[in-house]
């Protein structure tokens, strides 16, 4: 479609002039794979409302609007407020609760189309209250647990009596369920037992809240790894990935992207080889965060993006070791290094800005401007 | 000794009118933390060089520097240049690699005493030739490995010959050597054999040094856990722990401290409990970091300071389970909970400011000044 232009302020600098630990994002692949995912979502007729944990940034939210995305996904009240610069159309995946947080989220812009997913009658009651002071309207999806056991109501009698209390709730309204299928990945095959039970238990539902007089108009599905299977559930008309922008290592080995779709990597130095079999990088875990891989084998915290066979098997907090049993590659202090991180979201958290390149170009700085929780 | 007096800027506030997550510290115990520390190396004639990693504060490190530290330690560019705000002798306990990095650094303040440690004849190099450019002395301190293998040359010689360098690149000088005693751990009863060859590899070194000419000035060890055993070992000057003003979870798991002792937590929200056996709060990943327990068993990645019972088992990034099974105790949604958490010095690295509480009372908000990479 189109290629993602940040601003070009940083043009002359190449990789070897940054310090760090920093985050790069390599933009000829950012730009493929916001293609790919609205691509997907066009042809099926799904509607698209990224999650923007991922990026936190609106100028990547702006290039997601700007593919159709219909509305934009956030977690936190910082997200919201950023990305209500951006797109009138927030749904806030998470329920919304304490006195200052829900007086912070009731404040903003009044254009801004406001729904919240939530799970239980305390949460309905609260926002409810907050809503009716601020005089706002807000649309409410029940969240039910499809077989994550994470959050969520847990029968479809429950999310009846959920829907019920809200649409007697004004200046509430039900606008339909969501649901987060996080346990279901792209490639393992006995996970075809969970999509299809996914279909059951979604299908009974939408048909209890339908026979009601609640049939949701939003049944939203969500994650990286599943909304590329979305399509094949009946009754699904959203999906909420966020990972898709720039992907992880757990993206690649689970089957939902390629190696060459991963679009985000921490630029390390090598700052010692004095330990034998092993060299050590300036990204620790304050640089790489300590996720394992997710649902997929795989040993270590990342991985070298051009020698994937390189892991980061140990950390501290500001040290990793690469483990370099499996390759005849000996690094000299100073070398730099891009790793690919497990899980790309905790790490964009761990960064105020990215730097975006093409090769060892950098061709561009940008904010995380959603990161924190300050207002 | 005196008591932790932050600016009052909060003190109307309670805990209920905080938004959550966020990190709190109980300024009680800072104050009996950063007291017996200083008091212990007074106590011992160590110097005490506090790492400033943990809490990445100036305010605190000025408690930590009134108290009688000699100086401070840091890891990052950032640290180094709010701390020259606190103190005129820092230790940069990490080799300086990288063009921009070792530009950056020269320009600290000249009246700051700089330190670096470092395990590398190309790190020698590249410290000597910016030191050079910017006419500026800066002391080396060559880093050991007495066990850990993480860094440190490997054995006395290597030390010897890096020290010789190091005395023949002026404008640098050798001030002595460093070691990180991360794999000793306090109560284990195995790892007494672990300090008797650190007494004798220290005692070896020592001598070897001295023969050579380059007697050790400072002999620096390390880590909160490793620093009440420093004493025991003929030779070590100083010490540089960090943990020691919060602790966290593992600390109090190996017997470095009491639970009483855990001056930080992350204040958190229960926001579902529809699934049944658990209850979900607000502090994910993104708020508690994903650390293990480190060198004591323990499972889950953080428990409640006021029941300690009650661990959280599993994490999505701003989704903490919390496991009910050994627990008679029920929240309910809405209900605040604290969290000590496994490994403070990563969750402080997630916040940009700390609440300075006692009891449910807010008295104070301070940045987490050193946090991230900007210059």
């Known amino acids: 479609m189109r290629a993602f232009r940040p601003d070009l302020t940083d043009r002359s600098r190449q990789l070897q002039d940054l310090e760090t630990p920093c985050a790069l994002v390599d933009l000829d692949r950012l730009s493929t794979n916001l293609d790919a995912m609205a691509s997907y979502t066009i042809l099926h007729g799904l509607a698209l409302r990224p999650h923007v944990k991922t990026h936190k940034s ?157 049939p949701p108009t939003i049944v939203s599905g969500g994650s990286t790894p599943a909304a590329w299977r979305m399509h094949e559930v009946k009754g699904v008309t959203e999906v909420r990935p966020g990972t898709y922008v720039y992907n992880d290592r757990t993206t690649a080995a689970i089957g939902a992207c390629g190696w060459d779709d991963c679009a985000f990597t921490v630029l390390g130095t090598v700052v010692s080889t004095a330990v034998p079999g092993q060299a050590v990088v300036d990204c620790g875990s304050k640089a790489l965060g300590r996720e394992p891989m997710r649902g997929t084998p795989g040993e270590g915290f990342g991985a070298l993006l051009d020698r994937p066979e390189v892991v980061v098997s140990r950390m501290s907090e500001e040290h990793g070791i690469l483990d370099l049993s499996a390759t005849d590659w000996r690094p000299r202090v100073g070398d730099q290094v891009r790793i690919v991180p497990n899980h790309v979201c905790v790490v964009v958290h761990l960064n105020d800005t990215i730097h975006g390149v093409r090769g060892d170009q950098v061709e561009s700085l940008w904010p995380v401007a959603a990161r924190g929780r300050a207002p």
Chains 1, 2 share one sequence.
């Not at 601020?134 to 999806?141: E, F, K, S």
């Not at 009846?160 to 200046?171: E, G, I, Q």
């Not at 792209?186 to 209890?208: F, K, P």
């Open 58 to 214: 609106p100028r990547i939210a702006a290039e997601q609007v700007q593919r159709g995305a219909v509305g934009l996904t956030c977690a936190t009240p910082r997200e919201l407020e950023v990305m209500a610069e951006v797109s009138n159309d927030l749904l806030l995946a998470y329920p919304l609760l304490g006195a200052a947080k829900l007086a912070r989220v009731m404040q903003l812009p009044r254009e801004v189309r406001l729904t919240v997913g939530l799970d239980s009658m305390i949460a309905v009651d609260a926002l409810a209250t907050a809503a009716r002071a601020a005089d706002r309207d807000v649309r409410v999806l029940i969240e039910v647990d499809m077989g994550m056991h994470r959050v969520g109501v847990q029968s479809a009698e429950e999310a009846l009596a959920l829907a019920m209390l809200v649409r007697a709730s004004a200046p509430l309204s039900f606008g339909g369920i969501m649901f987060y299928p996080g346990h279901i990945r792209e490639h393992v095959d006995e996970q075809h037992g969970a999509l299809d039970r996914l279909r059951d238990d979604l299908g009974h539902l939408i048909t209890l809240l339908g026979d009601a007089g609640l």
